[in-house]
């Protein structure tokens, strides 16, 4: 017989957390960026849950968890690789400023959801370099480079 059950049940806990290491936000040509890092601790399926809070109200702006605001539906898409939850924002301006959340959670995860913010100010946006930047040069070389055959092509043919 156990001594303490709910110890063993923090010690479970802990072993299922999800820990949201990182947000991070950053301008991608008119998009907005976030960037939510989390280290995985299971493999349960994940949820997420993208918000703003300006004038004191929250707005949902993509989420798995609840229901996204009209206003944000067409213009978000979230993507999601290894560790990181991306949320992308078309047409971002000055008046879509404010706290930004990232809310992770793990089903069957007991320990609660991960909560994190950062403000978002536009002028105060760095570009965003690196990832998605790659991934856009290497589609168009890409394609460069499958053009290149019927460049030739085309060479022989006026031959």
Request: glycine content about 2%; proline content about 3%.
């Amino acid at each position: 017989p156990l001594s303490n059950p709910c110890l063993l049940l923090s010690v479970l806990q802990v072993a299922h957390c999800q820990m949201i290491k990182d947000l991070s936000a950053c301008l991608l040509g008119q998009s907005l960026r976030v960037d939510c890092r989390y280290e995985n601790k299971t493999s349960n399926p994940l949820t997420y849950e993208f918000s703003i809070t300006k004038d004191n109200r929250k707005h949902v702006i993509h989420s798995t968890i609840s229901v996204s605001e009209n206003i944000y539906r067409s213009r978000a898409n979230v993507t999601m690789h290894k560790n990181l939850v991306c949320l992308y924002l078309q047409s971002f301006t000055t008046s879509d400023e404010g706290v930004y959340m990232c809310e992770l959670k793990a089903t069957n995860d007991y320990t609660g959801n991960q909560i994190k913010n950062i403000t978002v100010i536009k002028d105060k946006l760095e570009k965003c370099a690196g990832f998605s930047l790659l991934i856009q040069n290497t589609s168009w070389l890409l394609l460069l480079l499958l053009s290149l055959p019927l460049l030739q092509a085309v060479d022989f043919v006026s031959l």
